[in-house]
């Protein structure tokens, strides 16, 4: 039960705050900006401010079956303390959306822009930090199908891809010093690397191993 008390303390708070600010926000709400930063899209006030609490109750639950449910799941609740720790991570981060669109919303614009590379720059460097933690499963880590094939890539594969994803969200961080265009040029570069690269490196393990086997 504890392993609920938090994320679920911070999809109430989210809640609350809907509750709160519900009477002060417009019919309509921003929910999705340009690379210019400019709001282009928008949603009923409603769906606003209680569709990202109820994601975010959707991705714990799932986080929560996966250990029960996987195929492999004898691995996965080795890494009960891991999912934890990333399923915590990602509530606050989703909780940080929410507030942003919010406070955006009832008035004190900023640049929205910014935002993307810094928060998927921070859930980079964390899932990075975790992923060569994972044993072999079919839930979280590299999933390719060269990884699900051999434990011994899954376990090189995952090492390397973790060190991939923790420099690339560096890169994400740090990129937001740059001048506007430069920062979005480095931050979709760095995405597609950290996409291309591991389950590249997946292959050529495998292949690697074929032969030597």
Not at 29 to 36: C, E, T
Not at 147 to 170: D, H, M, P, Q
Not at 181 to 192: E, K, N
Request: hydrophobic share 60%; aromatic share 12%.
């Amino acid at each position: 039960m504890k392993r609920w008390v938090l994320p679920l303390g911070i999809i109430a708070a989210a809640v609350i705050i809907s509750i709160i600010v519900y009477g002060r926000m417009p019919e309509q709400v921003a929910i999705h900006w340009d690379i210019q930063g400019n709001a282009d899209r928008y949603a009923s006030k409603p769906l606003a401010l209680f569709m990202l609490p109820v994601v975010m109750l959707a991705v714990l639950i799932l986080n929560k079956l996966a250990p029960i449910i996987d195929p492999r799941k004898a691995n996965l609740k080795k890494n009960r303390g891991d999912i934890d720790t990333i399923n915590f991570f990602l509530m606050l981060v989703l909780l940080a959306v929410h507030v942003l669109t919010i406070v955006y919303s009832l008035g004190y614009e900023f640049d929205m822009s910014i935002i993307a590379p810094l928060l998927a720059g921070a859930i980079f460097v964390v899932v990075g930090n975790y992923m060569p933690r994972f044993k072999h499963n079919y839930s979280f880590g590299l999933k390719t199908a060269w990884t699900l094939a051999s434990e011994n890539v899954w376990r090189k594969a995952n090492a390397i891809s973790g060190r991939f994803f923790f420099v690339g969200g560096l890169i994400m961080i740090l990129s937001l010093f740059l001048p506007r265009i430069w920062m979005l040029v480095v931050f979709f570069a760095t995405l597609i690397v950290c996409a291309v690269v591991p389950v590249l490196v997946s292959f050529l393990l495998y292949k690697k191993e074929q032969v030597q086997s």
